[in-house]
């Protein structure tokens, strides 16, 4: 939860205020060229500050007994496509379990 937490307040950073670019720990090309970067977006406040809704995050345990997580997938997780799918095709298969 602290890793969506984070990724959460990057975001509000990147889109508002813009601290950890002009501090120079991530270079501002790296974010303000990617094709994912939405100027659009910028001085948008949304509750709680809530940008990553939904994030498919891969961590293991190491064998000195810490996490690490291995990549976040905020763009859209292969989980829900999966979810999304069954989901259909259980609508289709046993539409009075909907109902």
Not at 31 to 53: D, K, R, S, W
């Amino acid at each position: 939860m602290a890793f969506v937490n984070a990724l959460n307040a990057f975001l509000h950073d990147i889109y508002h205020d813009q601290h950890i670019l002009k501090a120079g720990i991530i270079p501002a090309e790296q974010v303000l060229a990617n094709e994912q970067f939405q100027p659009c977006m910028q001085g948008i406040t949304l509750p709680n500050q809530i940008y990553a809704h939904i994030t498919g995050i891969d961590m293991v345990r190491n064998s000195d007994g810490e996490y690490y997580v291995l990549e976040d997938n905020l763009r859209t997780p292969s989980c829900v496509s999966y979810m999304l799918e069954n989901r259909k095709m259980m609508m289709r298969l046993y539409p009075d379990m909907f109902a």
